[in-house]
């Protein structure tokens, strides 16, 4: 500290840290640091004048401390003198400049700190030199109050410890005078009246320690002068300033609070000032005014007299609010879109909202003000008994009245509690009600329990009150209304039933009026009850007072009073309003109950009224039409009194009196009512009306309801949906009484027809489709229910009759259970469900109504049924077909796996209620076993246990669960049942639920998989059928559908669902035979082929078709030939084509499974294939389609075998290979390449081919052939194939196709040329019979084989045949074919090899016939024919023994590819010819003179030089004369005819040489 002092150096500004460390040191070590402060202030003061503002509040802070710390010393040390000497003189010096200066700072924070510095420095400074610096102390605080809004605290601490030390003080009078308080007291007026602002829990803490200094002030001034402060605050009163009245009214609660008896005395004027206040409007001056007023009476200021008009205000402001609950509502209102059928909610503004939180908090305060007068303060009992009596009557005070029945119980309790008897004296207080009115009164305030708990309240009261009453009434309710309050004390607020709590206290009052036998007293309460109607505006209210008014006069007998009081009940009703007019009809039928007669002499007079008015009606219609909804309510209020006073009537009055009640003329009226609320009150009348007959024949009197089929019509027309009104809530509740009123009148005689039964169902099952946007309420389904039930139940009396209504009623229910709309379903599975429990009910008497819990003891076999006696008789239990139990279940299984789970449970149920009424009908004898009977008993309870374990679970495991349901009841069903189940599977599957639908998938695949193997093949082709329909109608789940298909080819007769597949292809071909989108058809083949079980199957089956289908319908195919296809006009045959495209689209859609069945089955696939080209040959010229379906086919099973040179044959130009007249040469290759990818299945698919070649059709054993001359080239070399294909082929070379001919020869000579020589004997002959084919094609084939066969083939299968192969080749050499012309000559120089022994002179005669030609062919145009005929000079060369000749054909130039001149070539050729074989000259001259005839000019050319040539060789002139004649004449005519120049030239040129030759020899 002392180190501290020493930085305090004189004439220096300390830092503002020393200064505040002082301070800090002063507040903790106050002991030690007042004996310092001197020291402190003589070196602070003289640097406070240089001090700047941003450290002034530091100091002000520091002198704050330093001055608390020396009072708190004084007051430890118990001194009261002020500091002396030098040190008073410090502290006025620095009280001066912390008045003068520093409290007018700009800095809002060094004011402040100045003023909490000054407030505690007044202490210390002395009494003189504070009362000189009074005048300006107090305004300089009074200034800073009025400046600093956010915290005045400190300033007003200061001006409290200010006042208290000029005004109270130890035998001293006060410093100032009351009147200079006037500043004072007027800016403490203005902050005495509480404001809590928005802020933190601080800011509030900070505002109410103001408040309280600011409440301290008042004190300290009453405390000096009492009497001043209470005329001044009495006259601010009276002022018009909002602010100071609540300033005023706070201060005097506090004071009356803190010190009551200063001014006990002069309480009246507080109460006459108080009165003044009570008529004004603000909320917070009344807030104020009632916490004044509770605190006068707890304090006593209050008297009976001068209390009544405040408690009267206290209660007024009790009844601001309905309810807290509407307005804390409101205080967190948010502003959300109303829905469609909703009124608009107004939100109230933010100023409107802050009112009534306002008038909240008002109310909150008078209630809690009275309750504590009445529980709390016994001085107050005596002005609030019986005053509050008085509080319950004003309606205006209604919403007060919990609260006054709370105060009027504890002040009864209190009284009790002393002994004292509950009692009014009338005669010493004024306008307290009577007990009749009291009961009037607080009966129809029981009305509303669930708003408040004034209904509890009221009964209290009515107990509390017993004295006041009548003894008789008192003993009743001593026993009813504990039961009373019973009933409220637990209200569930979403079950409660507003009409059941008024029949309680209906039935209380009638109980109460039947104990008192005072007539004069029962009118008195009438009349009580009838002033009510002044009061009530609520048409709920005034339903309830019609209603209390018809039970009072029930019990009175005085007819001229129920007559002017039925009058006046139907004067004061509102009969536009509904349930105004509801009560009326209802007093009515309560009134007619004792007085009928008169009720009905009303009614008809009130009728015959507006009867009078039926041209006015007419006209209003036409001119002001909204008049006519005033004559409706009157007609719709009629109406109900009518329905009443015959629901009410003794049955015995109501047979005499039905003429009356249903008028021919009144209900016409009734029945033009327009407004819907007055068709609600028709609709109440009839079905009151029917009710009535009903009750009638229950009571032994029964009648037919007159008139019923008109209101039936009427009824249905409001039935029917209205779309100008489609949004209508009015209109909803309109249809659900309808629907009521419906299944009443259904119930009376006489039975309805059926027209008239369809008319109303009709109408009826339009509600299912109402949408949830009009949130259509559960009663108008629960009516419909209940008319379907009763259509039911009026059905028949017989099971069967029952049966059947309830399957048609189903069969319409069904429609909507499948709906696509949740909420749609959800009605039809509920109403379904009731249906199905009422018909068991009516059944299966004593079965369980509502589902069977426990035990299921009622699920007991047929026998014990019996023995129990408690089965239906035979009448009305159905026989078990009747319920058809398949088709139900398969109709409820999609159900079972809604996205729904209240849906799910409800399905499940019905399930459960289907398969417990099979179970209780008896089976018939020998039916089933015991055994069997327990087995199906125990499978029912487990369906039931699994139905009651899923409520309310949502788990995801329906599938599950629906399987387990299937399990259960697969025991159940028998064949048949299972039979209609799986046919009905089409609507189950398509469910327009996709979740629901695959539930119901997985359904019929367990039915299958379990029943499957007893399906008879007629059911299971309907139901595949079924099944194909469902997936052609819904795409989207074809694959859950087509995997049911598969389960049902899988687990029954597989080929008759494959032959059902192929007839959907055969349907979808003829509808949509253009367009060919077969998508149905399509989606079925893929599936079934990519079964892992079934596809191998069904390929197999699908080839099965294609290889035995015929090209053309039977019925066509009998009619001709194809080649008679003009005069017959023939159709293909659909079942092939749907077999091709069945078998392209496994093919095309093959995955690994389809793949390797198609592996397994290749050569049979394959050769199918091969053998369709054939058959469709028939069909080109009527059509191309299937051969494009074929040529597809065949390419994409080349995909699927992965053989890309097998599609290429097809690929580019297919369809006109396949077309022409070779297209056995496309076969050929397809197979060939076939068995060249999978040589291992070339024998099997030989196998398959060769008996093809048996067949009927041409084309087909053509392609049988051309696809074994495509194997035959690679096919193993084993004795037993090619011995069997050889023996084949053999066989068909005699075929009568000619293509088949050419196939085979061609097959024999590929085998031949692949090595195998076993078999070229059969060859040869083969070969050597078809030599002389007439068909061209097939001589050319047997020719070009021969040379090959020939080369392998020994001498002793030749020889024998050399000379016929000669003969037959030497015609073939002429033919038109090159190849053919090649190829004999080929085969001449082959054959010459073998020309041996005796047979060689013979061959070489032929040869010398032949040789000419061979040379003429040398130069063929052909090259082939060129070569062939140089090969075979070369062959027979060696045979004809001429070295020159054998030279000539030897020569390089006679090779193939290199020039040769001809012209020199035949000169030697004939030179050397004529030379060695000059006696075969005419031989050779006639072979070139029938050359002369060949259609080939070159070969033309060629013998006419050759002959030229020749003859110019022969040197003998006899030989030359024989034949020149000829030959020149034949030249010449080739000279000058022949169109060739070649010809000309080379006949011209031969001419010349036979004339010199004739030269030579003549000379």
């Not at 191309?1184 to 290429?1208: A, Y």
């Not at 012209?1463 to 001259?1485: G, N, P, S, T």
Request: net charge neutral; glycine share 4%; charged share 20%.
């Amino acid at each position: 500290m002392d180190e501290t002092f020493n930085q305090l150096a004189g004439g220096m500004v300390p830092v503002v840290h020393l200064v505040q460390t002082l301070a800090e040191f002063a507040s903790s070590c106050g002991l030690q640091f007042a004996p310092r402060l001197k020291n402190v202030l003589s070196r602070v003061l003289p640097i406070l004048s240089n001090v700047t503002d941003n450290h002034r509040q530091a100091f002000a802070n520091a002198f704050t401390f330093w001055c608390d710390t020396v009072n708190q010393c004084n007051e430890v040390c118990l001194s009261n003198t002020s500091p002396e000497g030098d040190l008073q003189a410090l502290l006025q010096q620095a009280f001066e400049l912390l008045l003068n200066s520093w409290i007018k700072s700009p800095d809002s924070g060094v004011r402040l700190a100045t003023a909490e510095a000054l407030g505690k420095m007044v202490d210390l400074i002395s009494r003189k030199h504070l009362i000189s610096a009074l005048p300006r102390l107090l305004p300089s605080i009074l200034a800073v109050c009025r400046k600093e809004k956010e915290n005045p605290l400190p300033a007003t601490t200061s001006l409290h410890t200010v006042l208290s030390l000029i005004l109270v003080n130890d035998a001293r009078s006060p410093m100032i005078d009351f009147l200079a308080l006037s500043p004072v007291l007027n800016m403490l007026l203005l902050k005495a009246y509480l404001t809590v602002k928005k802020g933190s829990n601080s800011a509030y803490s900070a505002q109410m320690k103001n408040h309280n200094e600011v409440l301290r002030c008042f004190v300290t001034i009453r405390e000096a002068y009492p009497s001043e402060i209470f005329d001044f605050l009495l006259h601010q009163l009276r002022t018009r300033e909002e602010y100071v009245q609540l300033g005023v009214l706070s201060v005097w609660k506090h004071l009356i609070f803190r010190q009551s008896e200063p001014w006990l005395n002069r309480r009246g004027e507080i109460a006459e000032a108080v009165n003044y206040l009570l008529r004004k409007q603000d909320l917070k001056l009344k807030k104020s005014i009632a916490e004044l007023i509770v605190c006068m009476a707890s304090s006593g200021y209050l008297n009976k007299t001068t209390s009544e008009a405040c408690i009267e205000f206290l209660v007024k402001q009790c009844a601001l609010a309905s309810t807290r609950k509407r307005l804390s509502e409101a205080s967190s209102a948010v502003p959300e879109k109303p829905k469609a059928t909703e009124m608009p909610v107004s939100i109230p503004a933010k100023k409107e909202l802050g009112g009534q939180l306002r008038s909240l908090e008002l109310r909150r305060v008078c209630e809690t003000g009275l309750l504590l007068l009445a529980g709390t303060v016994p001085a107050a009992e005596v002005i609030l008994w019986p005053f509050l009596l008085k509080m319950l009557m004003p309606v205006e005070y209604t919403a007060a009245l919990d609260t006054v029945c709370k105060c009027i119980t504890e002040v009864l309790k209190h009284k009790r509690s002393r002994g004292e008897k509950v009692s009014i004296d009338y005669s010493m207080t004024s306008n307290i009600p009577e007990p009749e009115e009291l009961f009037a009164r607080l009966l129809l305030l029981l009305q509303y329990p669930l708003d408040t708990e004034l209904a509890s309240r009221v009964l209290t009261i009515l107990d509390d009150l017993g004295p006041i009453f009548p003894t008789a009434i008192v003993l009743l309710w001593e026993e009813e209304i504990p039961k009373l309050k019973a009933y409220i004390s637990n209200i569930d607020v979403a079950s409660w039933q507003q009409i059941v709590w008024e029949d309680m206290i209906i039935h209380l009052l009638s109980d109460a009026l039947g104990v008192v036998h005072d007539p004069e007293w029962i009118m008195s309460f009438g009349n009580a009850l009838a002033t009510h109607y002044n009061l009530y505006d609520d048409n709920q209210q005034i339903s309830l007072l019609h209603r209390c008014m018809g039970t009072v006069l029930q019990k009175t007998d005085n007819e001229v009073y129920v007559q002017r009081m039925i009058t006046l009940m139907y004067q004061r009703s509102d009969v536009s309003n509904k349930i105004n007019r509801g009560g009326l009809a209802t007093a009515m039928g309560l009134v007619a109950s004792a007085h009928l007669d008169t009720v009905l002499a009303k009614l008809r007079r009130i009728l015959d009224n507006h009867k009078r008015n039926g041209f006015l009606r007419f006209v209003l219609h036409f001119v002001k039409p909204q008049k006519i909804r005033a004559v409706d309510n009157v007609f719709a209020t009629l109406a109900l009194m009518y329905g009443y006073t015959a629901s009410y009537a003794p049955s015995s009055g109501i047979e005499a009196r039905i003429e009356i009640l249903v008028g021919s003329d009144m209900l016409k009226g009734f029945l033009k009512v327009k407004a819907q609320a007055s068709k609600q009150a028709v609709l109440s009348a009839i079905n009151l009306l029917g009710q009535a007959v009903i009750k009638a024949a229950k009571n032994g009197t029964v009648f037919p309801l007159k008139k019923r089929d008109i209101m039936l019509n009427y009824i249905i027309s409001l039935m029917e949906k209205d779309e100008k009104n489609s949004l209508d809530i009015e209109l909803q509740h309109t249809q659900e009484m309808a629907l009521d009123a419906c299944a009443t009148l259904v119930s009376v005689n006489p039975k309805l027809t059926s027209k008239m039964r369809d008319s109303v169902l009709q109408a009826a099952f339009g509600f299912f489709t109402l949408p949830m946007s009009l949130a259509v309420s559960d009663t108008l389904f629960t009516n419909l229910t209940r008319f379907l039930c009763t259509i039911l139940l009026t059905s028949g009396d017989d099971g069967k009759s029952r049966a059947m209504q309830l399957q048609f009623l189903l069969k319409r229910l069904d429609e909507f259970a499948s709906s696509s709309m949740e909420y749609e379903r959800e009605r039809a599975v509920r109403t379904v469900l009731a249906l199905l429990q009422y018909y068991r009910a009516l059944c299966f008497p004593g079965s369980c109504y509502v589902g069977c819990t426990g035990s299921y003891m009622h699920l007991r076999s047929s026998s014990d049924t019996d023995q129990s006696g408690g089965a239906a008789g035979p009448a009305l239990l159905p026989p078990r077909e009747a319920l058809r139990l398949g088709e139900r279940i398969v109709a409820f299984l999609p159900r079972c796996t809604d996205v729904s789970p209240v849906i799910r449970i409800l399905a499940g149920q019905i399930i459960t209620i289907l398969c417990n009424m099979v179970m209780l009908i008896p089976d018939p004898a020998g039916a089933k076993s015991t055994d069997d009977s327990i087995e199906l008993s125990l499978a029912i309870t487990a369906l039931q246990d699994l139905t009651d374990s899923t409520k309310g679970k949502t788990d995801g495991s329906e599938v599950n669960v629906l399987q387990r349901v299937v399990d259960a009841v697969l025991n159940l069903l028998n064949y048949t049942e299972v039979v209609a189940a799986l046919k009905g599977c089409k609507i189950a599957v398509c469910d327009k639920v996709l979740q629901s639908a695959q539930g119901a998938m997985s359904a019929l695949t367990q039915i299958i998989y379990s029943r499957g193997s007893q399906l008879r093949e007629g059911d299971i082709c309907k139901i595949a059928r079924n099944l194909f329909e469902a997936a052609a109608i819904d795409c989207d789940r074809h694959q859950g559908i087509l995997a049911v298909v598969c389960s049902l080819a899988e687990h029954s007769v597989a080929k008759v669902v494959f032959s059902e597949i192929i007839t959907a292809g055969e349907i979808e071909l003829v509808d949509d035979l253009d367009k060919r989108k077969l998508c149905r058809f399509e989606k079925i083949i893929l599936a079934i082929s990519h079964h892992e079980k079934l596809s191998l199957i069904f390929l197999e089956y699908v080839v099965d078709i294609l290889d035995h289908a015929p090209v053309f319908k039977e019925d066509d195919a009998e009619k001709g030939n194809i080649s008679d296809h003009l005069t017959f006009p023939m159709s293909l045959c659909q079942r092939s084509q749907a077999a091709t495209l069945a078998l392209q689209e496994i093919l095309r859609g093959a995955n690994d499974t389809v793949k390797q069945a198609v592996n397994q089955c290749y050569p049979r696939v394959l050769c199918c294939l091969l053998l369709r080209i054939g058959s469709i040959q028939e069909s080109i010229s009527i059509d191309m389609q299937p051969l494009r379906d074929m040529i597809t086919t065949i390419h994409v099973f080349s995909e699927t075998v992965e053989n890309d040179d097998m599609g290429k044959v097809l690929f580019t130009d297919g369809e006109q290979r396949l077309s022409g007249e070779r297209w056995t040469e496309a076969v050929e290759e397809v197979a060939s390449n076939s068995a060249r990818e999978k040589p291992e299945e070339v024998t099997n698919m030989c196998t398959l081919l060769w008996p093809a070649l048996e067949r009927q059709h041409d084309c087909q054993r053509a392609a049988a052939a051309a696809a074994l001359s495509g194997l035959v080239q690679h096919c193993e070399n084993t004795s037993i194939l090619l011995g069997s294909l050889v023996e084949a082929l053999t066989a068909h070379t005699s075929d009568e196709s000619s293509t088949v001919r050419l196939l085979c020869v061609r097959s024999l000579v590929q085998m031949i040329k692949r090595g195998v020589t076993a078999f070229v004997p059969e060859a040869l002959n083969v070969i050597v019979a078809l030599l002389e084919d007439k068909e061209d094609e097939v001589a050319n084939a047997a020719v070009c084989g021969l040379s090959p066969v020939i080369q392998v083939a020994s001498a002793e299968v030749v020889y024998p045949m050399l000379l016929n192969l000669c003969l037959r080749l030497s015609i073939l050499q002429t033919r038109h074919l090159e190849s053919t012309r090649a190829a004999a000559f080929e085969a001449l120089g082959s054959v010459s090899k073998f020309a041996t022994g005796v047979q060689l002179g013979t061959f070489m005669e032929q040869i010398h016939k032949i040789l000419p030609r061979l040379v003429f062919h040398v130069n063929d145009e052909a090259p082939s024919v060129s070569l062939a005929c140089k090969n075979a000079l070369r062959s027979i060369s060696p045979l004809l023994h001429a070295q020159d000749i054998r030279a000539l054909v030897n020569l390089r130039t006679f090779e193939f590819g290199r020039s040769m001149e001809y012209d020199d070539f035949v000169k030697e050729f004939v030179k050397h010819l004529v030379l060695q074989f000059r006696d075969k000259v005419d031989i050779y001259v006639s072979c070139a003179i029938q050359a002369f005839e060949s259609p080939w000019p070159v070969i033309q050319a060629n013998s006419a030089y050759f002959v030229g040539c020749l003859l110019s060789r022969v040197r003998d002139a006899v030989s030359v004369a024989h034949y020149v004649p000829q030959v020149s004449n034949l030249l010449m005519k080739m000279t000058t005819s022949s169109p060739s120049a070649l010809v000309r030239a080379k006949s011209t040129l031969a001419l010349s040489q036979i004339m010199n030759e004739m030269e030579v020899l003549n000379t």
